[in-house]
């Protein structure tokens, strides 16, 4: 079935240090993206979205990247901080607004 | 700013049980949601909610859930017979019709079935 999902469980990083978050997409039918960021105990937090005629959005400390060639979707965060420390999700929708997330990925930011 | 909130934020229930988990929407917003996410794993989609009645629901959102606005304010979520497996945290969110695609999310309401 269709599904999303991401390459790398954990993530550590020294704070100050870039990360790159990867995930693969497999609905060629998408049409938009969004990384969500979830702190224990909270709800998903939106970060940032792309639509997919771009290819790339910036926006503060983030950029994410898309790749509709082999559907593959990163997200960038510079300078990272410990209030990034979290678990991230990449969602895709289309066109019907329902999300579907891939399995997520834990950041941690050693200080 | 405004944030979507949701009650109780804790909810334990003796299984064959009914539970309304209750979600008050950011104001002026017109498309409602529900997810879950059972411990350590993905969220994953419920049912979605416009203009009075469901849009879409997932393979999951069988015929022991049901959402409604009673009040055109609060949007609930019921479970009339909960299981086990129906333990997991549930998100609502919601999203305005305009501005994109963007849902907002709320705290979510931790359910554990006993």
């Known amino acids: 079935g269709e599904s999303v999902g991401l390459h790398l469980p954990t993530l550590s990083v020294q704070e100050g240090d870039n990360s790159i978050i990867n995930c693969a997409y497999s609905?060629?039918?998408?049409?938009?993206f969004i990384w969500y960021k979830q702190e224990s105990g909270k709800g998903p937090q939106f970060i940032i979205d792309?639509?997919?005629?771009?290819d790339k959005r910036q926006g503060q400390r983030v950029t994410v990247l898309l790749n509709k060639t082999v559907k593959h979707l990163s997200l960038q965060i510079a300078a990272t901080q410990p209030g990034d420390s979290a678990v991230y999700f990449c969602?895709?929708?289309?066109?019907?607004?329902?999300?579907?997330f891939g399995k997520g990925n834990q950041v941690v930011v050693i200080p | 700013e405004p944030e979507v909130t949701q009650t109780p934020s804790h909810q334990v229930t003796q299984m064959g049980q009914e539970v309304i988990l209750r979600c008050v929407p950011i104001?002026?917003?017109?498309?409602f949601y529900w997810y879950r996410q059972i411990l350590g794993q993905k969220v994953e989609f419920l049912v979605s909610?416009?203009?009075?009645?469901?849009?879409?629901k997932s393979e999951i959102f069988d015929d022991q859930f049901s959402v409604e606005r009673p009040d055109g304010s609060n949007f609930t979520l019921k479970i009339r017979s909960t299981k086990l497996e129906d333990s997991a945290m549930y998100f609502c969110?919601?999203?305005?019709?305009?501005?994109?695609?963007?849902?907002?999310f709320g705290p979510g309401t931790r359910l554990t079935v006993l």
């Open positions: 969602a895709e929708t289309h066109g019907n607004n329902r999300l579907a």
């Open positions: 104001s002026n917003h017109l498309y």
């Open positions: 969110a919601t999203q305005g019709l305009a501005g994109g695609n963007e849902q907002f």
């Open positions: 792309i639509r997919s005629n771009m």
């Open positions: 609905n060629s039918a998408s049409d938009y």
């Open positions: 909610f416009y203009n009075n009645e469901i849009s879409e």
